[in-house]
Nanobody, 121 residues
């Protein structure tokens, strides 16, 4: 059993900052890519940023220069530092990871339950 648990969401004013965390736990032999997605009301889920096991990163154009994804492989945790937040960043943010499950040795994609970020004055 593998779980991804996000934390750090909340209400913030425009221009403010938040840091999201996502910790993986369970029968894990390794983790490949880790990602943050978001889904705004009435919109499709979209990829915000991803990070490879070696640290290489990619960002959606809408968040470049404002958001930073990072990971701590020892803690099996991925972070998303969000600065200069805008109302259009309001969404439920989901953590996603490619996990090597211990007993099967298979690479399986897992999702967290989501954390709500609201940017409003």
């Amino acid at each position: 059993q593998v779980q991804l648990v996000e934390s750090g969401g909340g209400l913030v004013q425009p221009g403010g900052s938040l840091r999201l965390s996502c910790a993986a736990s369970g029968s894990i032999s390794g983790i490949g890519f880790m990602r943050w997605f978001r889904q705004a009301p009435g919109k499709r889920r979209e990829l915000v940023a991803d990070i490879a096991s070696g640290g290489g990163t990619n960002y959606d154009d809408s968040v470049k220069g404002r958001f930073t994804i990072s990971r701590d492989n020892d803690k099996k945790t991925v972070y998303l530092q969000m600065n200069s937040l805008k109302p259009e960043d309001t969404a439920v943010y989901y953590c996603n990871a490619d996990v090597v499950v211990t007993f099967s040795g298979r690479l399986v994609e897992h999702w967290g339950q989501g954390t709500l970020v609201t940017v409003s004055s």
